[in-house]
């Protein structure tokens, strides 16, 4: 009763204002620390700055690094760990899966109409592996599997852990350590600072051949005007799925639709193939003044539809021209394909049955790209190999005759394919100890229109990752290895590559 009391008075008395000494605790005061002084030197006209020389930790060691950590790094890696090498994987976002996850794009492999013959690898096992942990959704029109962006995320990090990967997420590749041709690693920059990461074999997946270009290697780039376009994919809530589903039904597309402002090469048999494509009701919608008439290029596919539904990947807005190298560029057609994209969105609400109470979900955390550099290789892709069914000593895997860029459009019915060659992942010239792989590989502008997409990327991207770990068993450079031994470490991991 007394303690009670007591609680009583000096409630009273805090409610009176009277002062009392009271003993606080004192707070636990956080480490304080500093940072050295800046070592960057202004000149004073603005020209130019000047960094002094310093030293730069080693933070890290491997035998095998992968730079990227999409279809074609995860690839990489994976198949790296798995030919017994120690394998580091360095990825600039928070999370792996590439275009997947990052740009919102659900489809390893939407080209598989009957009669496809299909890659087979780690690709293919990423798909399996989504299903069985309840991360994908059929696709509209054929049996291909579309990804939960988001939870290919879990998916990927679940590849990186069962492989023993060792992983570095938001780091940024900046330079790479060279001794004469031989690149040795790379400095990173991220939130520990600026480190040095030292490898005895580099694999760059980045899809832009950053590494490559820092090494000094050749590459060509299409120019601008004529560069393939970039995309903002977004993805809505609140739709009707039944509803729109039956307009579908009612108002079928086929790939004869595609294209209202190019024209599009194809061999005639894609043209009566059924496809998830918009393109009418934006034309409507620019006719009666809803949207501006300047936004002609909106128009695309849509895929997954969610049960809770949710449109989750809206593949509509193409800019161009944008050179994602350029980072003025990159900027401005992240604004605009956020302000297009509202266009898009009252279109849909207004003249899409499902769409009327459609509201805006997400953005994919970047664009789209589909076009940068590319490497010159020890082999270049061409034209003829990709349509023509090629056939090579070195093959690192094959790939379906599915074309799909700079407005063509050709889809593997017939059961063609060809082989991609292990040579047009070697950059020409004077730099050793790197392989590329991705949509950087070496080619022209027809074969980059097949080496872009992602299933092609989890195949060079298994090639180079297997050569990686043989070149340093067999102490060989990655121009000397025995190809024999490359293809039977390649057939190991069930990869078919004839």
């Given amino acids: 009763m007394a303690d009670y009391e007591k609680k009583i008075n000096r409630m009273l008395d805090r409610w009176a204002f009277k002062k009392k000494k009271v003993k606080r605790r004192q707070t636990t005061q956080d480490e304080i620390k500093n940072r050295q002084q800046s070592s960057v030197e202004y000149n004073g006209n603005g020209t130019f700055i000047t960094e002094a020389e310093k030293k730069t930790p080693v933070s890290k060691r491997c035998e095998v690094l992968v ?37 919102g794009m659900e489809t390893l492999a939407w080209y598989r109409y009957e009669g496809t013959v299909d890659s087979e690898g780690v690709g293919v096992e990423m798909e399996r592996l989504a299903e069985k942990m309840g991360g994908t959704i059929k696709w509209p029109y054929n049996d291909s599997q579309c990804l939960d962006a988001d939870y290919f995320k879990i998916v990927a990090d679940q590849l990186i852990k069962d492989n023993k990967v060792t992983p570095l997420l938001h780091t940024l590749v900046v330079e790479v350590i060279k001794d004469g041709p031989f690149v040795r690693g790379v400095i990173v920059e991220n939130k520990s600072g600026r480190q040095a990461i030292l490898a005895d074999r580099v694999v760059d997946c980045t899809g832009d051949a950053d590494v490559a270009y820092l090494s000094g290697a050749k590459f060509r780039q299409t120019a601008k005007k004529e560069m393939m376009g970039v995309t903002t994919v977004f993805s809505c809530s609140g739709i009707d799925k039944e509803k729109f589903i039956r307009y579908t039904k009612e108002n079928p597309r086929t790939y004869e ?19 998830p494509y918009l393109q009418e009701e934006f034309a409507r919608a620019r006719k009666e003044g809803l949207i501006p008439q300047s936004a002609t290029n909106i128009c695309g596919s849509w895929s997954a ?10 593949n509509l807005i193409h800019l161009s021209p944008f050179d994602a190298t350029d980072v003025d560029d990159l900027t401005r057609a992240e604004m605009e394909g956020r302000r297009q994209t509202l266009y898009a969105l009252k279109a849909l609400q207004h003249f899409v049955p499902g769409f009327e109470k459609a509201k805006l979900r997400n953005f994919g955390m970047t664009l789209g790209v ?24 070195d093959s690192v895997g094959i790939f379906p005759e599915f074309i799909d860029g700079y407005s063509i459009l050709i889809l593997p019915t017939t059961g063609r394919y060809f082989q991609v060659p292990y040579g047009c992942l070697i950059p020409k010239g004077n730099v050793e100890n790197l392989v590329v792989a991705g949509r950087c590989v070496a080619g022209d502008r027809v074969s980059h229109a097949a080496m872009r997409n992602m299933m092609a990327c989890t195949v060079t991207g298994q090639g180079a990752g297997v050569a990686a770990a043989v070149s340093i068993k067999q102490n060989k450079s990655f121009r000397d290895i025995d190809i024999a031994g490359l293809h039977e470490e390649l057939r190991k991991q069930k990869v078919r590559i004839d």
């Avoid at 539809?305 to 809206?314: I, V």
């Avoid at 589909?370 to 090579?392: F, H, N, P």
Wanted: aromatic share 6%.
């Fill in 67 to 103: 730079v990227g950590g999409g279809p074609a790094g995860l690839s990489a890696a994976i198949s790296s760990a798995r030919a017994g090498a120690q394998t580091l994987i360095v990825e600039r976002y928070g999370c792996f899966g590439g275009v997947i996850t990052t740009v």
């Fill in 305 to 314: 539809l969610s049960d809770a539904g949710e449109a989750t990947n809206l």
């Fill in 370 to 393: 589909r076009d940068t550099r590319k490497i010159i290789g020890q082999y270049d892709l061409k034209e003829a190999d990709v349509m023509g069914q090629y056939r090579c000593h």
């Fill in 257 to 275: 639709d595609w294209g209202e402002s190019w024209n599009q090469q194809t061999s005639l048999k894609e043209k009566k193939l059924n496809s």
